[in-house]
């Protein structure tokens, strides 16, 4: 919920998000990226986030699937992709995303804390990849309480080595930052956690050499805070094709379910996906949790030189955040 002050306050900053977001899509590779100075966090999602006084709050209008701006996820995947390029989770490049999405959230009014994740070294889709430090990239509401149930929606915001990632996976952030703008001055049926997660792509062949930030968030959080996760939507890959394809990791899951009825309230095309495993709701859904994936259309830059913003269509961005909102819609 939001009062008059914070709705003002909120869409002052997306405005300047809008703004950054265009300004930002001509600036060069070489070009510093300004300090990020969101603390970094190591504990649960308790001591992740920096927290701003919350003011007295009315009554907000709920979100509706009309209220995303897709021009938002465009520009996000022309900075992405174009300007920052190619973000293997451990180097600078990633470090300068991972700043950039932060400021990013906080100018929507949300409270941003970073996780570190330490990463082994590996081979990336065939390209030696060193060990370090990665982060995940946390926003939450004001006054959010992780004990209390929740939604999360994430996104992994780093990329193989040799690919500037603009469907994989610029695609899934620009549609998390329109979502969070959409939501961040209207209510939905469950306070959302919107995550940008670090070190995502592979670095070996196994289930344990990918999906290194989810499982970090999902192993920092206390018995308390898994039990009030209520469903999980991971973005990944969504910027190609006509239709979502919705994933689960079995055959008949409630939360697939239930986004293909969004689908359907929202006016757009999706399809099932079983047994999909390939993304960062597949940590969620190993510990027990609800959780599904948005996107995997097969296209042929897929983790190469040729991933760049052209890929992408911006009528499938629309598509995809038009279907989450409708799925964070109150009843």
Same mark, same amino acid.
């Given at each position: 919920?939001?009062?008059?002050?914070?709705?003002?306050?909120?869409v002052?900053?997306?405005?300047?998000?809008?703004?950054?977001?265009?300004?930002?899509?001509?600036?060069?590779?070489?070009?510093?990226?300004?300090?990020?100075?969101?603390?970094?966090?190591?504990?649960?999602?308790?001591?992740?986030?920096?927290?701003?006084?919350?003011?007295?709050?009315?009554?907000?209008?709920?979100?509706? @699937?009309? *209220?995303?701006?897709?021009? %938002?996820? +465009?520009?996000?995947?022309?900075?992405? /992709?174009? $300007? !920052?390029?190619?973000?293997?989770?451990?180097?600078?490049?990633?470090?300068?995303?991972?700043?950039?999405?932060?400021?990013?959230?906080?100018?929507?009014?949300?409270?941003?804390?970073?996780?570190?994740?330490d990463?082994?070294a590996?081979?990336?889709?065939?390209?030696?990849?060193?060990?370090?430090?990665?982060?995940?990239?946390?926003?939450?509401?004001?006054g959010?309480?992780?004990?209390?149930?929740?939604?999360?929606?994430?996104?992994?915001?780093?990329?193989?080595?040799q690919?500037?990632? @603009?469907? *994989?996976?610029?695609?899934g %952030?620009? +549609?998390?930052?329109?979502?969070?703008? /959409?939501? $961040? !001055?209207?209510?939905?049926?469950?306070?959302?956690?919107?995550?940008?997660?670090?070190?995502?792509?592979?670095?070996?062949?196994?289930?344990?050499?990918?999906?290194?930030?989810?499982?970090?968030?999902?192993?920092?959080?206390?018995?308390?805070?898994?039990r009030?996760?209520?469903g999980?939507?991971?973005?990944?890959?969504?910027?190609?094709g006509?239709?979502?394809?919705?994933?689960?990791?079995?055959?008949?899951?409630?939360l697939?379910?239930?986004?293909?009825?969004?689908?359907?309230?929202?006016g757009?095309?999706?399809?099932?996906?079983?047994?999909?495993?390939?993304?960062?709701?597949?940590?969620?859904?190993?510990?027990?949790?609800?959780?599904?994936?948005?996107?995997?259309?097969?296209?042929?830059?897929?983790?190469?030189?040729?991933?760049?913003?052209?890929?992408?269509?911006?009528?499938?961005?629309?598509?995809?955040?038009?279907?989450?909102?409708?799925?964070?819609?109150?009843?």
């Amino acid at each position: 919920m939001t009062s008059g002050p914070r709705i003002r306050r909120v869409v002052a900053g997306a405005a300047g998000l809008a703004l950054t977001l265009s300004a930002c899509s001509s600036e060069r590779q070489s070009q510093p990226s300004p300090p990020d100075r969101t603390p970094p966090a190591h504990g649960p999602l308790t001591a992740t986030t920096t927290r701003s006084a919350a003011p007295t709050e009315a009554p907000a209008r709920g979100v509706r @699937a009309d *209220d995303l701006d897709p021009s %938002v996820a +465009v520009r996000a995947v022309r900075h992405l /992709a174009g $300007a !920052v390029g190619p973000r293997e989770a451990t180097g600078r490049s990633y470090a300068r995303a991972a700043g950039w999405v932060a400021r990013a959230f906080r100018r929507l009014g949300y409270d941003v804390g970073r996780q570190r994740v330490d990463v082994p070294a590996g081979v990336s889709w065939g390209v030696d990849v060193p060990a370090g430090t990665s982060v995940n990239v946390v926003a939450t509401p004001d006054g959010f309480d992780p004990r209390e149930p929740h939604l999360v929606v994430g996104a992994h915001l780093d990329t193989v080595p040799q690919a500037p990632g @603009a469907e *994989d996976n610029a695609s899934g %952030v620009g +549609v998390v930052l329109a979502v969070a703008e /959409a939501a $961040a !001055v209207r209510s939905t049926r469950l306070p959302v956690v919107f995550v940008a997660f670090g070190a995502e792509e592979p670095r070996g062949p196994s289930d344990d050499d990918h999906h290194y930030g989810s499982r970090a968030y999902v192993a920092r959080l206390t018995p308390a805070q898994r039990r009030a996760v209520r469903g999980m939507v991971s973005l990944d890959r969504v910027g190609v094709g006509d239709q979502v394809p919705v994933g689960s990791a079995g055959s008949s899951d409630p939360l697939q379910r239930s986004l293909l009825a969004a689908a359907r309230r929202a006016g757009v095309p999706a399809v099932a996906d079983p047994g999909q495993r390939s993304s960062d709701h597949w940590s969620f859904v190993r510990a027990g949790l609800p959780g599904a994936r948005l996107g995997s259309t097969p296209y042929a830059g897929y983790h190469s030189a040729g991933d760049v913003p052209g890929v992408v269509a911006p009528e499938q961005l629309e598509r995809v955040g038009r279907l989450l909102l409708a799925w964070l819609a109150p009843a």
